[in-house]
């Protein structure tokens, strides 16, 4: 496993890393593959912050979890990631055929390794909207998300010719999508 782990306005002791490689190197074996792990944590007003980034070639898991020990919030994220993959797993289940395994990447994911998650039909496609786009520029396209009363809009950006995506972070600022073929 690869672990970065970034604090801000501390620094992690040695039993705070033990403790996140014990409990993140159950991942390495769920997914049979070397995994590449990010954690942000920080202290914001009365809580802990933290933040898990867990990627293994294309596959790609995230979770954020705000606690008042830093403990609460790491397991909690963790929890998060679990069923984040059980998920993962049981809608990849029912797509499959015959017993192979998944292709995902450049990598096999043992689908058959992870405990089975329990899911109703759950959320499903009920409408699909189709609109002409015209060439906006990020600033505009904000302007019209927030008009809409969205918290995210996708426009074909005027500067780069190409599909992205504005949203509202959770800290009131807001994030532009720009997506890669690779």
Do not use: C
């Not at 070397?34 to 009365?46: A, F, G, H, L, R």
């Amino acid at each position: 496993m690869n672990l970065q782990f970034k604090a801000k306005h501390f620094t992690p002791s040695d039993y705070q890393r033990e403790y996140v490689e014990k409990k993140l190197i159950k991942f390495d074996k769920l997914l049979n593959r070397e995994v590449d792990v990010v954690i942000n944590t920080s202290k914001e007003y009365k809580d802990e912050k933290v933040e898990i980034t867990l990627s293994a070639g294309g596959f790609r898991l995230r979770s954020e979890e705000f606690a008042p020990d830093f403990y609460l919030a790491f397991d909690a994220a963790v929890d998060t990631l679990e069923r984040q993959l059980r998920k993962y797993k049981t809608r990849w289940n029912n797509r499959r055929r015959g017993g192979e395994s998944i292709r995902t990447g450049d990598w096999d994911l043992p689908i058959d390794d992870l405990p089975e998650f329990e899911e109703d039909e759950g959320p499903q496609i009920i409408r699909v909207k189709r609109f002409a786009m015209k060439p906006t520029y990020p600033e505009d396209a904000i302007i019209e998300m927030e008009l809409l009363g969205h918290v995210f809009f996708m426009f074909l950006n005027a500067e780069t010719d190409e599909i992205n995506v504005v949203y509202k972070r959770k800290d009131g600022n807001y994030g532009l999508i720009e997506p890669e073929l690779r």
